[in-house]
């Protein structure tokens, strides 16, 4: 066929791609090794996929170059998204900035970019592995393997939107990375982020199934490198919860460059309330339920399964009363419950993760997405080192480099 733009990968990027570059009267072809387009859209937003944010800034995104990323974001905003998906029919709920089809479906979302990929006779090819990308005068040799019988597809465009390391169940392999070193671009390497903590210590399994509001703070060699504040979850392993996920790329960092390094997560239980005031409040209590334990005391401060844990990590016995406690245990009682250290070992793998820190250094493709180093070739979404928080703005990400992509690859096709 000719003057073909191949995708490779058919999710969020790739489908927006494919749609954009179609629109805009060039032939396109989609090939996916999943038996399905789009499978990790069904995923996002816990289903209900938050397809953008009205707060959109580079502050919300992470990469070892911004510049890629603010261009990006100039280029195609919320509003532009926003746009786009209601010119598919999407009505759009806005829940304080955060946006989502109004159906609360990801099905919804997908079923409308499908819709529009047949609309515009976009060809797709199914449980297809590609093996090969090769450059072949002015356009690429695709090769690819579909039912055991290996096929070569010739295109004058190539966009990669093959994803990440990330949730790899939904077919992010990590087979982009090879194709960019092929091509001789720099991997960043990738790492797990959005991703739970894992911590050491034997009162996990204690704590677990709390959630509660609260706040964490990464330290690394006296530095802190990340805080967050929002609804923690304390698991068996480690902490988890939205804060967790937004700091945890720095934690997957830091270890990636050092194996060793001493990372502790400081977790404050009771965030709006000063260390000063709580010393003062819990004065008050302990003075008015004399006749109660300390456990017992606490029991009506934060959730009951981290009481002993607190005062086993203080070492003051669950047994002493109100009337016994002495001011200095009420201090580290105190300090205790706004800087609770946990030792963290690690994060849970790349199966757990949303996304990855890490990927293609994007000072390696211009502000429409090409390579700088191979002509025609286009990279685009998770396959970039870049990495938002939670929020929408990964599938911002997605949307828009995906958009920018399809129309400058179909320019002059």
């Not at 090969?132 to 579909?146: A, L, P, Q, R, T």
């Not at 946990?342 to 250094?361: D, M």
Request: glycine letters at 10%; proline letters at 2%.
């Amino acid at each position: 066929m000719k003057n073909l733009i191949v995708i490779i990968g058919g999710g969020a990027s790739g489908l927006v791609a494919a749609i954009a570059a179609a629109r805009n009267g060039s032939n396109v072809c989609i090939i996916e090794k999943n038996n399905r387009l789009g499978k990790k859209i069904l995923a996002t937003g816990n289903g209900k996929c938050n397809i953008t944010n009205e707060q959109m800034n580079c502050s919300y995104y992470r990469s070892d170059d911004m510049t890629l990323v603010d261009s990006v974001l100039k280029q195609f905003s919320t509003s532009h998204t926003k746009e786009f998906f209601q010119e598919l029919g999407l009505l759009l709920m806005d829940k304080n900035g955060y946006i989502y089809p109004n159906s609360g479906q990801a099905a919804t979302v997908l079923d409308a970019l499908l819709m529009e990929v047949s609309h515009l006779n976009i060809n797709v090819i199914l449980e297809a592995n590609v093996v090969d990308i090769s450059k072949k005068g002015n356009g690429f040799s695709i090769s690819y393997v579909k039912e055991d019988k290996k096929h070569t597809i010739q295109g004058t465009k190539v966009i990669l939107s093959t994803g990440s390391k990330a949730a790899p169940k939904s077919g992010s392999d990590g087979s982009g990375y090879v194709f960019g070193k092929r091509f001789h671009h720099t991997i960043i390497p990738p790492v797990p982020a959005l991703v739970q903590l894992k911590g050491e210590g034997n009162y996990f399994k204690h704590w677990s199934g709390v959630r509660l509001q609260g706040s964490i703070s990464i330290i690394s060699n006296k530095k802190q490198l990340s805080y967050c504040v929002g609804e923690l979850q304390l698991t068996d392993y480690g902490i988890s919860g939205i804060p967790v996920f937004q700091v945890s790329r720095y934690v997957s960092r830091a270890l990636e460059e050092n194996k060793l390094a001493n990372i502790t997560a400081v977790l404050d239980f009771l965030p709006d309330i000063p260390y000063s005031e709580l010393v003062s409040l819990f004065e008050t209590y302990a003075s008015s339920n004399y006749y109660k334990t300390i456990e017992e005391i606490l029991n009506g401060m934060i959730h009951k399964k981290l009481s002993p844990i607190i005062l086993k990590r203080g070492n003051i016995s669950t047994s002493i009363t109100g009337k016994q406690l002495s001011v200095s245990q009420i201090k580290q009682i105190s300090s205790l419950l706004k800087q609770f250290s946990v030792k963290i070992i690690g994060t849970n793998s790349f199966e757990q993760a949303q996304v990855c820190a890490g990927g293609i250094s994007t000072k390696e493709v211009d502000s429409n997405l090409q390579s700088k180093k191979v002509k025609g070739l286009y990279i685009v979404g998770e396959l970039l080192d870049v990495d938002g928080m939670c929020g929408g703005y990964n599938l911002q990400w997605a949307w828009a480099t995906g958009y920018l992509a399809g129309i400058s690859a179909s320019r002059n096709n």
